[in-house]
């Protein structure tokens, strides 16, 4: 992608290299990711859809009863889900 300096309003149709600063006006929109929710006994099931359907490597979902996210090892339903504090890993069984 080629990079230009220029004043005026702007439109892209393939993203911005760099800060995009000044006034803005008009619509401003942005995505948001949600993670997933479930929870340690569900990680643990082998049978639980968290484990069965569309896990892959670096999954990230989120435990609500102890605030921890923790992230697929592998794409097999008995792959480990590792806690973000380092100190909990969940194989499911």
Avoid: H, Q, R
Avoid at 21 to 30: L, M, N, P, W
Avoid at 59 to 68: I, M, N, T
Avoid at 75 to 86: I, K, L, N, R, T
């Amino acid at each position: 992608m080629a990079s230009t300096t220029f004043s005026g309003p702007v439109t892209s149709t393939n993203g911005f290299i760099g800060d995009v600063t000044g006034d803005i006006s008009g619509e401003v929109t942005a995505s948001v990711l949600v993670l997933p929710t479930s929870t340690a006994a569900e990680l643990g099931d082998i049978g639980d859809a968290i484990n069965t359907t569309g896990k892959v490597i670096g999954k990230a979902v989120v435990d609500l009863s102890d605030g921890l996210i923790y992230v697929a090892t592998g794409v097999d339903a008995d792959s480990d889900w590792v806690a973000s504090d380092g100190t909990t890993s969940i194989t499911p069984a």
